[in-house]
């Protein structure tokens, strides 16, 4: 069975900083790309990043400068550290496997940027 756990997010204050993590189970970590998505309420999903399975990144112009995506493979984990959190960062943050055709979710963390 597969699993995508996302951890870390919550509330914070604009200019703050948040850690995400994903821990994936049941696949083979290492040959997934892995991303990272989210949406705001009243909003489509989107992209926010991405790493390949051989390290190389991607991100949003959004975000680009702000978030780094990380992923370790030994603990079958991807992370995103967020950092000059604005309130337009608000949304549900989903974690994303993919490989070929085949795709996988996360169940979300909520991510609230408000003073």
């Known amino acids: 069975q597969v699993q995508l756990v996302e951890t870390g997010g919550g509330l914070v204050q604009p200019g703050g900083s948040l850690r995400l993590s994903c821990a994936a189970s049941?696949?083979?970590?290492?040959?997934?790309?892995m991303g990272w998505y989210r949406q705001a309420p009243g909003k489509q999903r989107e992209l926010v990043a991405t790493?390949?399975?051989?390290?190389?990144?991607n991100y949003s112009d959004s975000v680009k400068g702000r978030f780094t995506i990380s992923r370790d493979n030994a603990k079958n984990t991807v992370y995103l550290q967020t950092n000059s959190l604005k309130p337009e960062d608000t949304a549900v943050y989903y974690c994303?496997?993919?490989?070929?055709?085949?795709?996988?979710w996360g169940q979300g963390t909520q991510v609230t940027v408000s003073s």
């Open positions: 790493i390949t399975r051989g390290g190389t990144t």
């Open positions: 049941g696949i083979i970590f290492s040959i997934y790309h």
């Open positions: 994303n496997a993919w490989s070929g055709t085949v795709n996988y």
